[in-house]
């Protein structure tokens, strides 16, 4: 197929171009260049999500975010729980807040509404953040990143690996708090081998940060294996990301 000019002339010697008939679609090389360092949750279609499923999300942020593991940032972290960790079929029912990034335990009715349920949880992370930061512009690096629960040994595992996850980052535990993460809700979760380290702590905050589970898997499923000792060390990789 050759380009048309309008004169004849102007035909003289030109070039013909061959042109396929398609225009953009996939093609070798195109797209976004992952980033140096660690992979970036592929854009693919999200995993089905039902209420009786419970699912572990990771966000993490952008490389100019102050840590996140500091009182004064956690006090707006903490309201974003507390207003974002309950809405129309969604709910954040465990989490820990890492220098750069937040795991989260939630239970959700299906995919919407878990996307509803994050994405609006995220901007109110985000306008917190921003504000004491003095920032300004995207908050989080990459798409947030969604395991699906389905067993019993799988729940017990993610629990361990998102309430314990300092002890496997080596971040220091102030012994005032008997062993618990602060910047987690701990406090919140009844399912430890003992409570002697409640003696002597008061509740972080007078409002819950999270929601009661109401899925199997997590109110008593997860209960067949062993509960979770204050000191364990969850093992990278078994209980999620």
């Known amino acids: 197929m050759l380009i048309q000019d ?6 003289k010697g030109q070039q013909e171009l061959p042109l396929k008939g398609r225009h953009g679609g996939a093609r ?21 999500v039902k209420p009786s499923w419970p699912v572990h999300v990771t966000v993490r942020m952008r490389r100019d975010v102050p840590r996140l593991r500091n009182f004064e940032l956690a ?5 974003a729980f507390v207003n974002g960790c309950r809405r129309d079929g969604f709910r954040i029912c465990q989490f820990s807040i890492q220098g750069n990034h937040i795991h989260t335990v939630c239970e959700a009715g299906d995919r ?4 509803r349920g994050i994405q ?4 109110r992370i985000a306008r917190g953040v921003n504000r004491i930061a003095g920032r300004s512009g995207s908050l989080f690096d990459d798409r947030y990143h969604v395991e699906v629960i389905t067993s019993p040994r799988r729940m017990r595992n993610t629990l ?18 008997h062993g ?21 702590l008061e509740a972080p905050e007078p409002e819950a940060p999270v929601a009661p589970a109401t899925s199997w898997l997590l109110t008593k499923g997860w209960r067949r294996y062993p509960t979770i000792a204050v000191t364990e060390v969850p093992v990278a990789g078994r209980g999620g990301r």
């Open 6 to 11: 309008m004169s004849s002339s102007s035909r």
């Open 28 to 48: 070798k090389g195109a797209g976004r260049k992952p980033g140096k360092g660690r992979a970036r949750v592929p854009h693919v279609r999200r995993p089905t």
């Open 75 to 79: 006090k707006v972290l903490r309201r």
């Open 112 to 115: 919407e509404r878990l996307a």
């Open 120 to 123: 609006g949880w995220c901007i």
């Open 160 to 177: 361990c690996y998102v309430l314990q996850n300092a002890r496997r980052h080596g971040e220091r535990l102030e012994a005032k708090y």
């Open 180 to 200: 618990i993460d602060p910047f987690s809700s701990a406090w919140w979760f009844d399912g430890w081998a003992n409570d002697r380290w409640r003696l002597g």
